[in-house]
């Protein structure tokens, strides 16, 4: 964790004593209306808002830190069903869907809850909250918590949160998915990075899901490159699969700049020190390239820069037939032949003729999705390609996958043709009855179905 910048707290500062001085606060205080506290929620949780958004996107290793902050009484109970909710989906689950370590952030949300004036009124909207972080708590853990409330109602309203269907796997599963859906445009994540291999095993999920969600977000990583490298460069951490796991995520996704070769030098001493590396990092790459992540040929590019060729292992020269690919494009005579060079040293099914297949299938899947219904003449060239890919890999789920993107582009030909005496319909139809059937993407009858207009049910009168 680290601590909130000084310019943030000035902000909080402000915005709570304008909370402190206003009619809002005096008008509530006086009442006790909920009405009351309503206006007093649209007047100051938007500021609140504002900078918390700001530092999740700039500095999101403090907001443990601002969140302590926030829970002041000062502020008046403002913003806690959020900070109860970050706090409930930060921690790491495991697949029976419960913490992997006790969550005592959320703990102290919680807690600053109950003990907070407030308590009638935030209690009518953390129900969902209380229980899922409940559900993916152990029943010690939510005991010792309701034990230090000496306010017997509070107690109750806890316990009657603890709903015995989430003792299901099922119903864990999927109350835990809906309560995630309401905040997944919300930007939360934080992390800790660990300094030794207990904290490893400990903060590894944590870090991984935070260091995920920024890359998918195309967040800004500048505020925690140093301590990225810090943390790869600790000889203590280095050598485990959860090491090469983190170690190989910056590798191919975040820019470091100035330092990049602080990142170049623990990533050639892991491929040149450890043998079991080349393995785990093809493990890492076979999921990666199927995975949501961002994968693209920059990423291989990126990693190519990185590696120092005199090393002998599988992945310098994964790395070489990729950079022939996208130099040359995979069309190109030398991009074919260096593929199959690389796919001809290794058995069909090993991890790096896996991430190969994958690789190039995803640059062909991209070009498809992205290739304009008017450009359909480029798709009859393409086919050629596919061709000659299929022939060097001789797989058929790389096969079946063209097959399934090819048709995907076919379909959306045809709603846009729809004139079967047009010129585009016949060459559309002319090119894929028979290429369809030499490619084995289908069997005549099939390739017929493309092309046969739906009759509308009548509707009856």
Known sequence: MKSLDKEYIDQLEEIKNALQASPELEQYLSEEEPEDYNKMQDKFEKQINAVYDEVAAMHPLQLFDLENHLIDPAFEGLFFPRLLGYAVLRGDTNEEVKYVRPQEHFKKILLAICNSFYFDIVNQRIGQAVQ?????????????????????????????????????????????????????????????FPNSQVEMNTWFGSMRKFLEYRISTSADHTSYLEEILTFIENKELQGSSRFVTILSLVANFIDFGKDEPRLAKVFNLQRKDHPEFNEQYFEFLNGLVTSSLPYSSACDQKIFVLLDKKIQDDIYPYYSALAEVSKKGFVHEDAKEAVRQLYSKYD???????CLRLS??????????????????????????????MDIFDYQQFNQSLKEASIVYVRKLLKKYTDKRGKDYQDIKKFVIPTFQDLGFMKEKGVLELFKTRRKKRVKT
């Open 132 to 192: 899922i972080g409940f559900a993916l708590s152990s029943d010690i853990w939510i005991t010792n918590l309701v034990e230090e409330i000496p306010n017997k109602n509070i107690k109750q309203f806890l316990l009657s949160q603890k709903l015995d269907k989430y003792r299901d796997l099922r119903h864990r599963n999927s109350g835990y998915r809906r309560f995630q859906k309401q905040f997944q445009t919300t930007n939360f994540q934080s992390t800790d």
């Open 348 to 354: 069909g099914l090993s991890l790096v003729n896996s």
């Open 360 to 389: 190039i299938l995803k640059q062909f899947v991209h070009v498809l999705k992205h290739l304009s219904i008017e450009a359909y003449p480029d798709y009859f060239e393409i086919n050629k390609t596919f061709t000659s890919y």
